[in-house]
C-alpha cells in the first residue's frame, strides 16, 4: 500500500485507545529494523526523519528507501513523517518529496533552540496547515519546549522551564486546526533525560492529564520518549563506551499518557543505544572482522528488538490489518469539508 496519512492512523489509534511509536531513521538499516518489527507484531507504523536525517542521506535515499519499504511490507500502513521541522519551508519540501506528515515545530524559533512567541508559534502552524491539508498531509504542532539541546533540538536546561501551558495548549488547538499536538511536560531529547527514576516532580503527567481534558479529541504527541534502558546503556558500558548514569521515561508512564490521549510517541535515542551497543559488541570481540555487515546486522536486530518491544507495550501490535488506507486527495477532500475535526 502506499505511504499513509499520519492524521488516519491517529485517528484508528484514539478509536482502539492505543498508541504508535514513531521511530527515527538515517539510513537503509534502520528503515529495515522497523519494517521487520512492524511485520513481526503487525503493527502500522510512523517513519520519521529529522532535518539533520534529511541532510545525512540527501533526501532523496531515504524517500526511495520508503518506497521500497511499502513495496516490500505492503500489509504494512506506513507513515513518513518530517520531525521537528523548524520552518514553513522546510515542511514544505518534505510535502513536495512526497512525505505525508509534518512537524511544524513552532515552539521554538528556526534556529531549532530559541524559545517563540506564541504568535509566532500560530503564524508559522497555520501557514503549514493550510498547505499541508490541501494536499490531505497531517500538521504536528508543539505548544511549550522540551529541554535539554543534546542533539539540537531543544531550549535547553532540564525541561521544567517550558513546560506547556493547558489553557494555552487548548487555545491553540482551535487557533491552528492542527492534527496532532506534541507537549513539554519536563522530558528532554537524547539520553540524559533525568539524573534518577522520573517521579511526578521531574515527569509532569499531570500537566498531560489536565491537557487531555481541555482537548479531548485532540491526539498528543509526546517527544523525548525514549525509556533509555538499564541493559543497553550496560551494553555499551561493557564495551567500552562511556555513558554516564542515566533515566529515561519509564514505559509506565507512557502508557499512562496513552490512557489520558497520547496517541504518537517519538522515539530515538533507544534505538541508537541498541545499535551502537549491538556494534561495540562486535568490534571488541572480534577484532579482526572488517565487513561491516558483520557489525551492520547485529545492530539491525538489536534496534527491531526494540521497535518490537515498543509496539507491543504502546499497543499498536496487531493493528495494521484494521487500518484501510484513505487516499491523500481523499483525506484533503474531508479536510476541505471539514470531516476531519479540529
Ligand atoms: O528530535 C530528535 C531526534 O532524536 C532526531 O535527532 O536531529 O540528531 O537526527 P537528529
Ligand atoms: P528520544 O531522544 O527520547 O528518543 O526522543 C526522540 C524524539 O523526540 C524525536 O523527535
Ligand atoms: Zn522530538
Redesign the pocket.
Known amino acids: 500500500m502506499p505511504l499513509v496519512s499520519m492524521r488516519q492512523l491517529l485517528d484508528e489509534a484514539a478509536k482502539g485507545g492505543y498508541g504508535v511509536g514513531a521511530f ?1 531513521v ?1 539510513n537503509m538499516e534502520q528503515i529495515q529494523a522497523i519494517m521487520e518489527a512492524a511485520r513481526e507484531t503487525e503493527s502500522p507504523v510512523i517513519v520519521q ?5 534529511r541532510s ?1 542521506s540527501q533526501d532523496k535515499f531515504l524517500y526511495h528507501l520508503m518506497l521500497a519499504a511499502t513495496e516490500l511490507y505492503p500489509e504494512i500502513p506506513t507513515v513518513l513523517h518530517q ?2 521541522g523548524n520552518s514553513p519551508e522546510t515542511c514544505k519540501s518534505a510535502i513536495e518529496l512526497g512525505f505525508t506528515s509534518v512537524m511544524m515545530d513552532g515552539s521554538l524559533q528556526a534556529d531549532g533552540k530559541t524559545p517563540s512567541s506564541y504568535e509566532y508559534n500560530v503564524d508559522v502552524t497555520r501557514q503549514v496547515v493550510a498547505t499541508a491539508h490541501a494536499k490531505g498531509v497531517t500538521v504536528e504542532a508543539e505548544i511549550g519546549c522540551l529541554g535539554g539541546i543534546e ?3 531543544g531550549a535547553g536546561g532540564s525541561g521544567m522551564e517550558h513546560l506547556t501551558d493547558p489553557g494555552e495548549a487548548e487555545r491553540f488547538v482551535k487557533d491552528t486546526h492542527c492534527d496532532a499536538l506534541a507537549i513539554a511536560i519536563g522530558t528532554s ?2 539520553a540524559y533525560k533525568f539524573t534518577r527514576k522520573p517521579d511526578g516532580e521531574v515527569l509532569k503527567m499531570d500537566v498531560l492529564i489536565e491537557i487531555h481534558k481541555r482537548l479531548p479529541k485532540t491526539h498528543l504527541v509526546m ?2 520518549s525514549s525509556s533509555v534502558p538499564k541493559d543497553l546503556q550496560d551494553i555499551i558500558n561493557k564495551y567500552g563506551g562511556s555513558l554516564k548514569p542515566t533515566w529515561g521515561v519509564p514505559v509506565e508512564e507512557i502508557q499512562l499518557g496513552i490512557k489520558n490521549g497520547v496517541r504518537k510517541i ?1 522515539v ?2 533507544d534505538n ?1 543505544l541498541a545499535m551502537t551497543g549491538a556494534i561495540r559488541k562486535v568490534l571488541m570481540e572480534t577484532p579482526e572482522k572488517f565487513d561491516p555487515r558483520d557489525y551492520m546486522k547485529p545492530a539491525r536486530d538489536a534496534m527491531k528488538k526494540v521497535v518490537a518491544q515498543r509496539m507491543v507495550e504502546f499497543g499498536q501490535a496487531g493493528k495494521a490489518k484494521s487500518i484501510i488506507p484513505i487516499p491523500l486527495p481523499e483525506m484533503a477532500e474531508m479536510y476541505k469539508k471539514e470531516l476531519v475535526g479540529a
Open positions: 527515527n538515517n526523519a529529522s532535518r539533520g536525517a545525512y520531525d521537528h542533539d539540537g533540538h531529547h537524547g517527544h523525548g517519538n530515538d535515542t541508537r
